[in-house]
């Protein structure tokens, strides 16, 4: 049975992306179906998969990455309005039987991901 993981690293601070909102969409089309709203722990993942199960199909999905409320937080400066606020990453799963892990490399003024497993 597959399931959806994340984290988030600060690549600018060298640590864990700990409090991060995230909210998770499966998109249908041009339907846009918000499953699921978590907070990153101290370790910048979250405690259970973001979906697994029944909830993890073959489709389209959707994280959206709060990245500015966590930036702002962390006291870190930056003009307003910030160059990366709310990060929407979208990503296509083939195979709901495996581990689709999204991770997210976080600074102020960049960001990267991939497929991990």
């Known amino acids: 049975m597959g399931y959806l993981?994340?984290?988030v690293l600060d690549t600018a601070q060298g640590r864990p992306g700990q409090g991060i909102r995230i909210e998770v969409f499966r998109l249908?089309?041009?339907?846009?179906?918000?499953?699921?709203?978590?907070?990153?722990?101290?370790?910048?993942?979250?405690?259970a998969p973001?979906?697994?199960?029944g909830d993890f199909?073959?489709?389209?999905?959707?994280?959206?990455f709060h990245a500015?409320?966590?930036?702002?937080?962390?006291?870190?400066?930056?003009?307003?309005p910030?160059?990366?606020d709310v990060i929407p990453l979208r990503f296509g799963v083939?195979?709901?039987?495996?581990?689709?892990h999204v991770p997210l490399l976080l600074s102020p003024y960049g960001y990267s991901t991939y497929r991990g497993s």
């Open 5 to 7: 993981t994340t984290h």
């Open 28 to 47: 249908e089309g041009e339907t846009r179906t918000r499953l699921k709203e978590v907070v990153t722990n101290d370790d910048g993942r979250c405690d």
């Open 50 to 53: 973001l979906l697994e199960g």
């Open 57 to 64: 199909a073959t489709g389209e999905y959707e994280l959206v």
């Open 68 to 80: 500015g409320d966590y930036l702002r937080a962390r006291g870190i400066e930056a003009e307003e």
């Open 82 to 84: 910030r160059f990366l």
């Open 94 to 100: 083939a195979d709901a039987g495996q581990h689709y």
